[in-house]
């Protein structure tokens, strides 16, 4: 996809505007596709395969296995992992659940029941400091990105300000938010 978008950096304005629209919503059905057709194929594989079915530690490995399976190759073909991840799951709710065994089913219910809670509990804040880092750490390393087609000093100047802004947002627009809706209770 990065290639794809260093090809339009060298036309006029809305040629770049309409390329990039339409690069990002053939990705976005070619992602939605890809998730439908691994999502149908893992439902396939369970009713069609009934040895799948002999342990329920199986079932559930080979569950999380077709998951995995759906974000690599959205990784691999450049494609958007997170939305091929959704359809995977939706498709896989709606149609690979039924085709488990009983054991499988309520094991796998209690155990993503038993992963959001400890996600939400335990780890919440672990993962708010991770996805931080990451977003920090890939700014500064898209940093020396900026040298090899010149340093923009309007754009690094609007980035700080809508950084700022909307920190500034969440702390104290939110926080009035909720105590607006604490006095109206």
């Given at each position: ?68 399976i ?37 094991e ?6 038993f ?71």
């Amino acid at each position: 996809m990065n290639d794809k978008l260093l090809d339009l950096q060298f036309v006029d304005y809305w040629t770049q505007y309409w390329g990039i629209n339409i690069l990002i919503f053939k990705t976005c059905l070619i992602s939605i596709a890809a998730g439908i057709g691994l999502g149908i194929l893992s439902s396939y594989a369970f009713k069609l395969f009934k040895p799948l079915n002999l342990s329920r530690i199986q079932e559930g490995c080979i569950f999380i296995f077709f998951v995995f399976i759906s974000y690599s190759l959205a990784n691999l073909e450049d494609l958007s992992a997170a939305l091929t991840l959704l359809v995977t799951g939706i498709m896989m709710s709606h149609y690979a659940y039924y085709n488990l065994s009983f054991q499988a089913k309520e094991e796998s219910r209690y155990t993503f029941i038993f992963l959001l809670v400890i996600s939400t509990r335990l780890i919440s804040k672990f993962l708010e400091t991770t996805a931080e880092a990451f977003v920090f750490t890939y700014l500064g390393l898209a940093s020396y990105k900026i040298f090899q087609f010149g340093f923009v000093f309007y754009l690094v100047f609007f980035c700080l300000l809508f950084i700022v802004l909307t920190r500034l947002f969440v702390i104290f627009g939110l926080s009035f938010i909720l105590e607006y809706i604490r006095c109206l209770y």
